[in-house]
């Protein structure tokens, strides 16, 4: 075999290496960012916000309600196709509880439940409530994963989503119990849903 061959062997080798090498670690980042976006959008509560916004349009503008209480009112929004059953639950909750609770025509345990949902409000008459959040905080949230400030997702009454700091949530919760009894609701009821704002 001549130089020139061997030269030309030796850059082709290289190339198949360096285009097979290239082709690997890209295949890694895609492996890398499908993780992240279907970790994103598995609890997205911006994705649970419209599921809220379509049942109320759908509805009169009152968001879903059941008598068995606010887990089989979550349910709603899958049964009618809504939402994934993924965007009713909070960051490393698969859905199980919903799936099961589907599958043996069960009631949904509210204690079992990642986020909570504060039931019986309509569009127009849930400004400033915090109808959907976390039960418990979480590192970064979900929309911020990763980073070390635990804190709660949650959507709005007028469709909207917060991020609350831990280090802000009994205020919050505080908050919350109030605008809920000038909305009518009991301070028991209230502070049913943010048990936290309870005098200690």
């Known amino acids: 075999m001549t130089r020139k061959r061997k030269v030309l ?17 890209l295949r890694l980042q895609e492996d890398r960012w499908l993780a992240f976006s279907l970790h994103g959008h598995q609890h997205c509560i911006k994705a649970t916000a419209i599921a809220f916004s379509s049942y109320a349009g759908d509805h009169g503008g009152k968001y879903p309600t059941h008598t068995n209480g606010w887990g089989d009112a979550l349910l709603l929004l899958v049964k009618s196709n ?20 589907l599958e043996k025509g069960t009631d949904v345990p509210e204690e079992l439940c990642s986020r909570v949902y504060v039931q019986g409000l309509s569009k127009d008459k849930a400004n400033g409530v915090l109808i959907l959040f976390d039960r418990v905080s979480f590192p970064g949230g979900d929309h911020f994963y990763g980073l070390k400030e635990p804190i709660r997702e949650g959507l709005e009454g007028d469709g909207s989503t917060s991020q609350i700091n831990d280090k802000l949530w009994l205020r919050y919760s505080r908050q919350q119990v109030t ?3 000038e909305l009518g609701f009991s301070r028991e009821q209230a502070a049913g849903y943010f048990p936290d704002a309870k005098e200690r």
Do not use: H, K
Not at 10 to 23: D, H, I, K, N, R
Not at 82 to 100: Q, T
């Open 9 to 25: 062997w030796t850059v082709a080798c290289l190339v198949v290496v360096a285009v097979t090498g290239f082709s690997v670690w």
């Open 82 to 101: 809504y939402a994934d059953s993924s965007l009713i639950c909070g960051p490393n909750d698969d859905g199980r509880v919903f799936r099961e609770a």
């Open 179 to 181: 605008r809920l009894m």
